[in-house]
């Protein structure tokens, strides 16, 4: 996802708190906790963390005044997922953001009353997060980073880079429905460049 989309998905989110709300209690903190899944030395983590806190100071939101945002880094590792995003809910947060399919299966088992925003997730009406674009329902929002059938296009550029290739195995987590529908567009379109389609199911970064 652009960095640009992010910025204004977060802002936009931010704006969205009612705004009667927002000037009766200024004086109170309020907790935003962000599950990222990078390591904490990822650049590309780093740099939507700041573009977040840009975002919300833009908006009138000042960190040690009237936010405390929290930043919980889970670098792919489910046993962290469970633990930042439990302590999040418990402590409560007033919004929790995260960055991934995985974060947000975790996050979504846990509440169904505070704010979800999430980005860089795939197909969320499919996954079940959302009830459709235009009204996700619940408590979550967010961004999709690109659609499903945009599967079929990495194999047909895939074939047009290296057209000697009549074999590709696609990495798929079985714990991520989404990865099943995405499957099925590759070998539909592998199917018709006459591509060899398998699949292996990994769900860390060691079977990677």
Known sequence: MRRRAFITLLGGAAAAWPLAARAQQR???????????????????????SALRQRLHELGWVEGSNIQIEVRWVGGKTDRMQTYATEFVRLPSEVIVVNSTPLLAVVKQLTRTIPIVFAQVADPIASGFA??????????????DFDVSIAGKWIEVL???????????????????????????IETTGDSLKVQVSAAGVSDRAGI
């Open 131 to 144: 009830s459709s674009y235009a009204r996700p329902g619940e408590n979550i929002t967010g961004f999709t």
């Open 27 to 49: 004086d109170r903190v309020r907790r935003v906790g962000v599950i990222m899944n990078y390591t904490e030395s990822d650049p590309e983590g780093q740099a939507r963390c």
């Open 159 to 185: 074939k047009e880079a290296a057209p000697f290739i009549n074999r590709v195995t696609v990495l798929r987590d079985p714990k991520q429905t989404n990865h099943d529908a995405f499957l099925r567009v």
